[in-house]
């Protein structure tokens, strides 16, 4: 039987973390939405641990960094990643990295452009994605439904059409003018419009368990001091990997064993002390690196693992979909609000799906270091002989030039460029997408660098939810034409007049337009030519 119909203004299939932050960011901007999730609640089962720094600006931005760093791991525990052969043991290779208080004064003295404005947060997607929901739930423009299950679509000219099986087991009819399917790697969204995802499927099938372990923190014995970290891999023929979640009292052990029993003796076998724990959760999971051919069609879209399927090696899974949802959001808004042209939506493709594809590339890069330096395991690794002590020297030696791969991704994380957009105003050429660096540059298509204003006060902090054009270096560059250009589109614009040397330093240019969600569209040091065609370029005319 089919019930009365629904309408919004967009329809969100999915209420993971891509669903929910495009639900927010659409929400916070006054678009009508409907978040329908088949699930009966969030689920307390262990995915992505580590929001990377440009999704921390990007919660910055929607005014949730402070609420889920609260929720999140400590600001003063170290972020390391040990490779060791149990827990109780010296470690072979101990790989530091700062924890949030320490980069957050790194970030603080840094003034060149080459630091996030927000460090990254450890926090548990089973902590985040509750805390994203009842986010979205303070918006009254927001409906969110649980064990509500996406069924079918259908769409014309003017709107979207969908049915969903709702907790009674009736289904519901609701029309939308978008639907975007942020439903996962099993996308049904993705299945219905006939998109298919390729590349590297089913690499390799792991066990994962959560268990919950809460002395074991104050007890780790590795190393010399208290040998607390974040990551701990084993050398193993187990490819065994244990992961501190964000309370401190999770663990999440990952590795390839036959039977879910096994995941009780790998676990004691890798602390290697006795320690009171409880194993609440075991399940398998498989190691993809796909990417949908297309981001949607017409006015479905796709976002977050629904396109693109990554190892988590390098923690570039959630942290693109969380890209996906915000470039998403603003052109939705835009164009329901009149003032996005017919190229805005189109453009998401060509934007996001080029990042998708950058950072499959980043996780394959990741995952064959993880697998070279693993390949370098023999039994004998734990013998007290000269071969023994050889293939320890050996897998150390290796392991310390690919394990870095893994975690230190800052150009993939913050140095995504959108090339051949149509809404960014293309200078021929343009810096190298780099994985392991990131170069501050305001070429057009760029994540527009982070450079202090103030103490505590950031050119990220000052720029609002439409257009904004940064004057610099004193320009007395006259930017009316620009600001009429746009206004004639009915399109928001301020002006940033910033006076302050550092950020003219590091930007490079007098002028800058920067679009909602801190990319560059055009930069000058005069006026450009025709500002009525740069105004079409930015909005999508
Ligand atoms: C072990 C592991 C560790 C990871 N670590 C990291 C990390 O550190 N950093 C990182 O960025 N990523 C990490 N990831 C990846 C990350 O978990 C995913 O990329 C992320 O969950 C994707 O979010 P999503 O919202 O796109 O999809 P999902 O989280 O899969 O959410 C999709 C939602 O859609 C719902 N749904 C599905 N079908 C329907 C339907 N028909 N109707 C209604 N609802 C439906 C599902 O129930 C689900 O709630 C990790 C993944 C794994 C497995």
Redesign the pocket.
Known sequence: MTLPSTDTDVLI????????TLAFDLGRRGARCIV????AAPEFL???????AR?MEIFRRMGLAGEIRAAGLGRDVPMDVYIALAMNEPPLLRLPYPSVAEAQAQIAACHDGSMPREPYQLVS?YTL?PLLKAAVERLSSVTVRYG????SLSQDADRVTAT?RNPDGRIDELRAQYLVG????????RKQLGIQLRGEGNLLRLH?ALYHAPALYDMIPIGDGPGKGRHYHIADAQSTFL?MQDSTKHW?L?AVVDRAEDMTAQFERTIGIPVRYELLYVGE?KQNLLLADRYGTGRVFL????VH??I?TG????????GDAIDLAWKLDATLRGWGGPNLLPSYEVERRQVGDRNVGASRYASVGRRKWRSQYRPNIRDATPDGQATRDTLVRVANVEQRKTNEMIGAELGYRYVGSPVIWEEPGGPEHLFREYVPTTWPGARLPHVWLDEGRSVHDAIGDGYTLLRLGRSSADTSGVERALHALHAPVDVLTIDAGAARDVYGYDLILVRPDLHVVWRGNTPPGDPAQLARVATGH
């Open positions: 299939v999915g209420a993971g973390p891509v669903g929910l329908i999730e088949k699930k262990p995915k992505m641990e580590r929001c990377n999704t997607q994605e509500h299950e996406f069924l969903a942020c439903d996962g790697g099993a996308s049904v969204v994962q992961i999440t990952h999971w976002a977050g693992d629904a399927l990554v988590p923690g570039l899974g959630m942290n693109t979909g969380v």
